[in-house]
C-alpha cells in the first residue's frame, strides 16, 4: 500500500515540520523539491496566524529549501498549528486557521502534484 503525498507534519520544540521529501534523487528530482519546498511555503502563508508576522516569516528562516522539510520555526508555532494559542488578527491573514498546511493542501494540493510530476519527469 503506497503512502498518500503530503501526510508527514511533525511538532517538536514548538517547530511545525512538514516531510515533503521525494523518493528519488536527481537533478530533475531536486528542482521538483525545492519548488515543492517553496510552494508549500508560499501558498499555506494566507492560512498562517498573523500577529507581528514572526511566525508567517519563521518558515524562510526555519526551512533549508530543497531539503523535503518545511519548518515554521518559532516558539510558539506548535501552538497555533494545533489552534492552542490562537490570539492573533485575521486582518493581514483573512483565511488564518489552525493546522495551516491542511488548508493550503486542500486548495493547492492537486496542483502541486501535479507540477511536481511535470519537473520531476513523471508526466502530468
Not at 75 to 81: I, K, L, P, T
Not at 90 to 113: I, M, N
Request: hydrophobic fraction near 35%; charge should be positive.
Amino acid at each position: 500500500m503506497s503512502k498518500k503525498p503530503f501526510q508527514n507534519v511533525s511538532v517538536n520544540d514548538g517547530r511545525v515540520q512538514l516531510d515533503l521529501k521525494l523518493d528519488r534523487l536527481n537533478v530533475s528530482h531536486a528542482t521538483a523539491q525545492r519548488w515543492l519546498d517553496t510552494i508549500v511555503a508560499r501558498d499555506s502563508t494566507p492560512f498562517v496566524p498573523y500577529r507581528s508576522g514572526t511566525l508567517s516569516r519563521s518558515v524562510n528562516t526555519g526551512t533549508d529549501f530543497g531539503s523535503g522539510e518545511v519548518v515554521w520555526d518559532c516558539v510558539y508555532a506548535r501552538r497555533c498549528y494545533y489552534g492552542l494559542s490562537m490570539n492573533f488578527s485575521d486582518v493581514p491573514h483573512p483565511d488564518a486557521q489552525a493546522q495551516w498546511f491542511e488548508a493550503a493542501k486542500a486548495v493547492h494540493g492537486r496542483s502541486w502534484l501535479k507540477q511536481v510530476r511535470k519537473i520531476g519527469g513523471g508526466g502530468q
